[in-house]
């Protein structure tokens, strides 16, 4: 069976604080992954990672993919209350479909 | 640029009763994708369009839950008839299916509430 986990699935910590979110898959035909950020309202659009070991970067956030392993991690340095929110993971299989682990609560604190 | 539309954004109705959410896409996405999440299952694909042809229809729940794609800029997800179990955030996304990309753009939700 297709799955995505995502590991923790919760997590808090203060300002300033680095954090690191993983997120391991199991599906057939792989594509790509991709990281979604989850606030109050709809998923937005993070990263889309295909080749192993290179990284993608957007100021204070960071991801990596390793396929042979099947996992990838999302880092977030000097963390904000902003970067509160639900962190998820899909991974695009097959054809167009993309299968989302189940989330990481992150909230971060003054 | 308008991001994906949806409507109506809360949705509260009585068991039994049909429900008909709606979508329109982003101008020139070819796919568009209903989704459901809840806190117990998290977010489940329901039903993908390309080219506003159903594509995969495996998620759908039973036969109360029906959609549609009459054309590029609008879709329907309806439930006939509705029970309390329905109760979730519907979204719906669009994506521009080109080789080697693969995101996939929200649109707000529809928080559905069924008493």
């Known amino acids: 069976e297709d799955k995505v986990v995502q590991s923790p699935l919760s997590l808090v910590v203060h300002e300033g604080d680095t954090v690191t979110l993983n997120c391991s898959y199991e599906v057939t035909n792989f594509r790509s992954l991709l990281w979604y950020k989850q606030e109050k309202k709809a998923p937005t659009f993070l990263f889309m990672l295909t080749s192993s070991g290179i990284e993608k970067k957007s100021g204070r956030l960071s991801s990596i993919l390793d396929k042979k392993e099947l996992f990838s991690i999302l880092n977030i340095t000097a963390t904000q209350t902003g970067d509160s929110a639900i962190y998820l993971c899909a991974v695009a299989y097959n054809t167009d479909k993309l299968i989302f682990g189940t989330g990481t609560r992150l909230q971060v604190f003054p | 640029d308008a991001g994906v539309i949806q409507s109506p954004r809360h949705e509260v109705t009585e068991m039994g009763q049909e429900v008909t959410l709606r979508c329109k896409p982003i101008?020139?996405?070819?796919?568009l994708f209903w989704y459901r999440q809840t806190m117990m299952r998290g977010l489940e694909l329901l039903i993908y369009?390309?080219?506003?042809?159903?594509?995969?229809d495996s998620g759908m729940p039973e036969d109360r839950f029906s959609a549609k794609m009459p054309n590029a800029s609008f879709s329907t997800l309806k439930i006939q008839p509705s029970e309390p179990r329905d109760s979730a955030v519907y979204f719906c996304a669009s994506s521009l299916r080109l080789a080697g990309t693969y995101e996939q753009y929200f649109g707000p939700g529809t928080r559905l509430t069924v008493t």
């Open positions: 369009f390309n080219n506003n042809v159903p594509i995969d």
């Open positions: 101008s020139g996405h070819n796919s």
